[in-house]
C-alpha cells in the first residue's frame, strides 16, 4: 500500500505499508485508520494518529474488507466461501456467514446503510443477503444470464444496492430488494 501526498504533486510516495507477503486485495481508508486486506490471509489496520499496524490473521486468503458503519468491525470476503465480521480492535471474528460461493474471484461484500443486513456477491450469479445478528440467509438477488456477481455497494443513507455482473451494473431499489428476499 502506497501513500502519496497530492500537495506536493511528487510522484514519490511518501510512505510505503509493506506489511502484506501477498497481493493486497482491498484497502479502506477512514479519517484516522487505513485498513488492507491481502492474500496472504491477514487483514492489516494502519493507525495513522498513533503510527502502529495491527494485523489480524484468518484461516483463508481475504480478497475484500469493509467497515460497519460505526466503524467498530471489519466486514471481509474469504477466499473459501465465507464473509466474516470481526471485532476491529481485538480480531475476533464475532459471525460467520456462508452459504454463498467464492472460492476463485474477489468479490465485495457489505452492510446495508443501517448495518443489519450483510450482503455479497456470489460465483452462482446472485447476491446472499443475511441477518446480521442470526447470520441466516434472509434471501437471495439472482442476477439473470450471469455466472459471477463480483461488486457491490450500498448506499450511505438509502436503501439501495449498486451490483456489477460481468460488465453489466443494476441498481436495486428497496422494492426490488424486499421483492427477491419474499422469493
Not at 50 to 70: E, F, H, P, Q, Y
Not at 90 to 97: K, R, W
Not at 99 to 114: A, P, Q, V, W
Request: proline letters at 1%; one cysteine or more; glycine letters at 4%.
Amino acid at each position: 500500500v502506497k501513500l502519496w501526498d497530492f500537495k506536493s504533486r511528487s510522484k514519490e510516495a511518501i510512505q510505503v505499508l509493506d506489511e502484506a507477503k501477498d497481493s493486497v486485495s482491498s484497502v479502506v481508508v477512514s479519517d484516522q485508520q487505513i485498513v488492507s486486506a491481502s492474500l496472504d490471509c491477514s487483514v492489516r489496520t494502519y493507525d495513522i494518529r498513533k503510527g502502529i499496524m495491527n494485523c489480524d490473521r484468518t484461516d483463508a486468503s481475504v480478497s475484500n474488507v469493509c467497515l460497519t458503519r460505526d466503524g467498530q468491525c471489519l466486514l471481509i470476503s474469504c477466499l473459501n466461501n465465507t464473509v466474516k465480521l470481526l471485532d476491529k480492535s481485538n480480531g475476533e471474528v464475532l459471525a460467520i456467514y456462508t452459504g454463498h460461493s467464492n472460492s476463485k474471484y474477489r468479490i465485495d461484500s457489505c452492510l446495508t446503510d443501517n448495518d443489519s443486513v450483510v450482503l455479497s456477491g456470489s460465483e452462482d450469479g446472485s447476491v446472499h443477503c443475511w441477518s446480521l445478528i442470526e447470520t441466516t440467509i434472509i434471501g437471495k438477488i439472482g442476477h439473470d444470464m450471469h455466472r459471477v456477481v463480483h461488486s457491490l455497494s450500498s448506499h450511505p443513507s438509502a436503501n439501495r444496492l449498486l451490483t456489477a455482473a460481468e460488465g453489466f451494473i443494476y441498481l436495486w431499489s428497496n422494492e426490488d430488494i424486499v421483492k427477491e428476499e419474499e422469493t
